[in-house]
Nanobody, 127 residues
C-alpha cells in the first residue's frame, strides 16, 4: 500500500523557519517526482515546489522562490521542504504528493499530475 506521511508543521512567528518532511512507505520514491502543495482555508490547492525523480530538476512557485528549498534523500525514502522567512500568507495545510512523470527530470506543479497524496501537515504563521 502506497503511503505518504508529512511531518514538521507547526506554529511559527513571521520570519521563522520550518522543515517539512515527506516519508514514503510501501514504495520507493526513486521513480517518482515529488511535489509539495498547500491549501489555505477557502482557497484552491496550489503547487509550491516539485523535485524530479532524478533530483536534478526543481521548481518553485513565484510566491516562495528564494525562501523554500526542496530536497530528496532516496536512501531514506524522504523528501524535505525547508521553508524560511515565513509570512502569514504561507499559512496552510501542506501536502506532499508523488507522481510518475514523462521523464526522470520532469517536474510539475499541477495537482492532476500526482496520484498519491499524504494527509497534510498544518503550518501556521502568526505573531
Amino acid at each position: 500500500q502506497l503511503q505518504l506521511v508529512e511531518s514538521g508543521g507547526g506554529l511559527v512567528q513571521p520570519g521563522g523557519s520550518l522543515r517539512l518532511s515527506c516519508a514514503a512507505s510501501g514504495f520507493f520514491l526513486d521513480y517518482y517526482a515529488i511535489g509539495w502543495f498547500r491549501q489555505a482555508p477557502g482557497k484552491e490547492r496550489e503547487g509550491v515546489s516539485c523535485i524530479s525523480s532524478s533530483g536534478n530538476s526543481t521548481m518553485y512557485a513565484d510566491s516562495v522562490n528564494g525562501r523554500f528549498t526542496i530536497s530528496r534523500d532516496n536512501a531514506k525514502n524522504t523528501v524535505d521542504l525547508q521553508i524560511n522567512s515565513l509570512k502569514p500568507e504561507d499559512t496552510a495545510i501542506y501536502y506532499c504528493a508523488a507522481g510518475v512523470m514523462r521523464t526522470y527530470y520532469y517536474c510539475s506543479g499541477y495537482v492532476t499530475d500526482f496520484a498519491s497524496w499524504g494527509q497534510g501537515t498544518q503550518v501556521t504563521v502568526s505573531s
